[in-house]
C-alpha cells in the first residue's frame, strides 16, 4: 500500500489550485508515514482521491476515547466483543424455549449444535465430543467474525494474520498437549510410521516434522488471505461506482457493471465466509483425530 501511495502523491495538484505538496509535506514526510496513518487526514483523502486505497480499510484504530486509548483498544477488539455477545444471545435465546416444535432462534441454534457435533464425531469418533465445546466456540467466532465484516463501517478482525495465527496456534498448542497427555512418548512415533524402513528415518522424520509445525501456518494464512482478498475486491469494484458515477451523464449508466459485480460479490463473500470457517474447523477435527488416534 505504501508504494501505491508514494505513485499517488506527485500527480496533479489539489482541489482550489494549491499543489499536493504544500498540503502534504508539513504533517507527512513521507509516503510511509501516511500509509502509517500518522499523517493528516487531508492528506489521506487526497492521496485517495488519486487512487483506490483497497488495504486502508484493514487498518487499526482505537475506540472507546481516552479510555481506550490508554489500553490499546482497537475496532478489532470491539467487533470481538459483539461476535461473542450475538454468539451467546443466539445460543441463549434459541435454547430458552425449548419447544418441541422449535422456531426460527431454537431451529438456528439446534442447526448450529448439530452441525458442529456431527462434524466432531465423524472426524474424530464419538471420543471427540469432549471437543465439541472448543470446536463449536472455534467455528462461531470466526464465522460471526467473518459475516460481521461485510456490514457498512464493520471491521472483519479475521482479516489480521495476527488474529487468524493466534487462534491457528491455540489449535496447535491443544492438538499438541491431547497426543502427549493420551500417549505419552509414544506421540513421537507419529514422526516415523510404524513399519517405515529404518534407512528412510533421516528423510521422513525432517519432513513429517516440518509438515506438523506448518499446521498453525496453514491455518492462519489461509483464513487470513481469503478475508483480505474478498474485501479488497468489493472496495476495488465499489470505488469503479463511485468513480463512473461522476463522469457526468453517461456516469450512472457505465457504474451499473461494476455495481452488479459487487452485489454478486457481496454473495459470494456470504459463501466464502462460512466456507472458511468450515475449513478451518473441520481440519481442527482432523488435527484432534491425528492427536486422539496417533495415525
Request: proline share 5%; with cysteine.
Amino acid at each position: 500500500m505504501a508504494r501505491n501511495l508514494a505513485l499517488a502523491l506527485p500527480l496533479d495538484v489539489l482541489p482550489g489550485g494549491r499543489r499536493r505538496g504544500d498540503e502534504c509535506l508539513p504533517t507527512v514526510h513521507s509516503p510511509i508515514r501516511c500509509a502509517q496513518g500518522l499523517g493528516s487526514k487531508r492528506c489521506r483523502v487526497a492521496v485517495e482521491g488519486n487512487s483506490i486505497d483497497a488495504l486502508s480499510q484493514f487498518e487499526l484504530g482505537t475506540v472507546g476515547g481516552a479510555i481506550g486509548a490508554s489500553v490499546g483498544f482497537t475496532q478489532s477488539n470491539l467487533h470481538m466483543l459483539i461476535a461473542g455477545a450475538l454468539i451467546v444471545a443466539m445460543m441463549v435465546l434459541g435454547m430458552r424455549p425449548r419447544a418441541i416444535v422449535p422456531g426460527r432462534f431454537q431451529s438456528l441454534a439446534e442447526s448450529a449444535y448439530g452441525f458442529i457435533d456431527d462434524m466432531v464425531v465423524a472426524q474424530v469418533g464419538p471420543e471427540g465430543r469432549r471437543f465439541f465445546p472448543f470446536v463449536f466456540t472455534l467455528f462461531m467466532f470466526i464465522l460471526f467474525g467473518n459475516m460481521l465484516g461485510l456490514f457498512p463501517y464493520a471491521f472483519t478482525y479475521t482479516s489480521h494474520i495476527s488474529m487468524t495465527f493466534t487462534l491457528a496456534a491455540i489449535v496447535f498448542v491443544l492438538i499438541t498437549v491431547v497426543a502427549i497427555v493420551l500417549h505419552g512418548t509414544h506421540f513421537f512415533g507419529y514422526f516415523f510410521p510404524q513399519g517405515a524402513p529404518l534407512w528412510l528415518a533421516p528423510i521422513i522424520i525432517p519432513v513429517e516434522i516440518v509438515s506438523y509445525i506448518s499446521r498453525p501456518i496453514s491455518l492462519s494464512i489461509r483464513l487470513f488471505a481469503n478475508m483480505v482478498a474478498g474485501h479488497v475486491m468489493l472496495k476495488v469494484f465499489a470505488t469503479f461506482v463511485v468513480m463512473l458515477a461522476g463522469l457526468g451523464a453517461v456516469g450512472p449508466f457505465l457504474s451499473i457493471m461494476p455495481l452488479t459485480i459487487n452485489v454478486v460479490l457481496v454473495g459470494f463473500e456470504v459463501l466464502v465466509a462460512f466456507l472458511q470457517a468450515y475449513v478451518f474447523a473441520i481440519l481442527t477435527c482432523i488435527y484432534l483425530h491425528d492427536a486422539v488416534h496417533l495415525h
